[in-house]
């Protein structure tokens, strides 16, 4: 496939990791988009998000945890929302059906909202809410997951690290955007350096007495810390209750590990909310206001010895533009692509086949 440590070129990664969905049962279009979202990931740089992802992917569509249609189900709906079950499939088919679904309702409604259950990882929550944006609405998105983070001054996990993004649309090379998840650091970084051996940073985990850890591998066995102590508690509490409570999914300890049994289904539940700027008033206006904020963030006054200010939205498209549509894998990652087509029975040392 390629040398660890060397570049690949994006579009022979996603047809590379498309054909390994294909061979576990995906249809090809569907294919497509899930391994273009997690190459993006990457060229973001956000690998704990990006194709580091397809060996437990392909591990759970082998073990029939993760569907292999193309579409959820509509269960209940009204003008301006909806209820989809998933029902196991991709999570990145799933959100572009959702994201359609809210920006339809949006468009006649002024607003939609669609809460999903028994839906499974959807990649970067930024992601969908910039897709939405980029259909002249203000976008929400934002997921539930398995408990990995205590109560503050707790030893037990309670609630999951509930990631929320925010994306509006607005003139200029980018969008404004906000994609954090609630915890400390994502959990995906945590084990992306368990995978490459590293230690992680002070106050991103405990283990699981509740005692401070810097031990990646401890810290899986452990509980994630709330990003900024009781307010990012008290805020992914009220995303599980949200996304779980309105589609009739799944809560708490009902969603299940995503690294745990592959064939026992993730059941995440998640909720896509479009709010269409032009029935609030013109949209090139407030397109243009929000480029002026963003200006006025990047142009702000620089602390000693900062070189640039990143405003909202502009860190991910800086990391695009350098990227120059390559990316450099870690032999961790080379190593479980491999793997990945080997469980789907695709040959993937020429890249370009």
């Not at 003008?79 to 959702?98: E, K, M």
Request: glycine share 12%; with cysteine; net charge neutral.
């Amino acid at each position: 496939m390629t040398a660890p440590g060397q570049t690949i070129a994006a579009d022979r990664l996603e047809k590379t990791v498309a054909s390994i969905f294909v061979g576990c049962g995906i249809d090809p279009a569907e294919a497509a988009v899930t391994a273009s979202d997690l190459v993006a990931a990457d060229l973001e740089g956000v690998a704990s998000h990006g194709v580091m992802l397809v060996p437990m992917y392909v591990k759970r569509l082998k073990a029939g945890s993760v569907s292999t249609r193309s579409r959820g189900a509509i269960v209940s709906e009204a003008a301006a929302i909806a209820v989809l079950d998933a029902g196991d499939v991709l999570g990145q088919v799933v959100a572009r059906q959702a994201v359609a679904l809210a920006v339809q309702k949006a468009a006649s409604a002024g607003a939609g909202i669609v809460a999903v259950r028994n839906a499974f990882h959807f990649g970067t929550a930024g992601r969908y809410a910039r897709l939405i944006a980029e259909r002249g609405c203000v976008g929400i998105v934002a997921s539930n997951t398995r408990p990995l983070m205590p109560a503050p001054g707790g030893a037990e996990a309670l609630v999951g690290n509930n990631p929320i993004a925010i994306a509006a649309p607005a003139d200029g090379d980018f969008l404004p955007e906000v994609d954090m998840a609630l915890s400390a650091s994502a959990m995906g970084k945590v084990r992306l350096a368990e995978a490459e051996g590293r230690s992680i940073p002070q106050g991103w985990a405990v283990d699981d007495q509740g005692i401070a850890t810097t031990d990646a591998a401890v810290a899986i066995r452990g509980m994630l810390l709330p990003a900024a102590g009781p307010k990012g508690f008290g805020l992914a509490f009220m995303i599980d209750l949200l996304c779980g409570g309105l589609s009739g999914g799944a809560l708490g300890a009902e969603v299940r590990p995503l690294y745990g049994d592959p064939a026992e289904p993730y059941r995440c539940s998640q909720l896509f909310i479009a709010l269409d700027v032009g029935t609030f008033g013109p949209l090139e206006a407030f397109r243009h206001r929000t480029a002026a904020q963003l200006e006025r963030v990047s142009n702000s006054k620089k602390a000693p010895g900062v070189e640039r200010i990143f405003a909202p939205g502009a860190l991910a498209h800086a990391a695009r533009t350098a990227s120059a549509g390559r990316l450099s894998l870690p032999a961790s990652t080379i190593e479980g692509l491999l793997q990945a087509a080997g469980l789907a029975g695709v040959e993937i040392d020429n890249c370009n086949s």
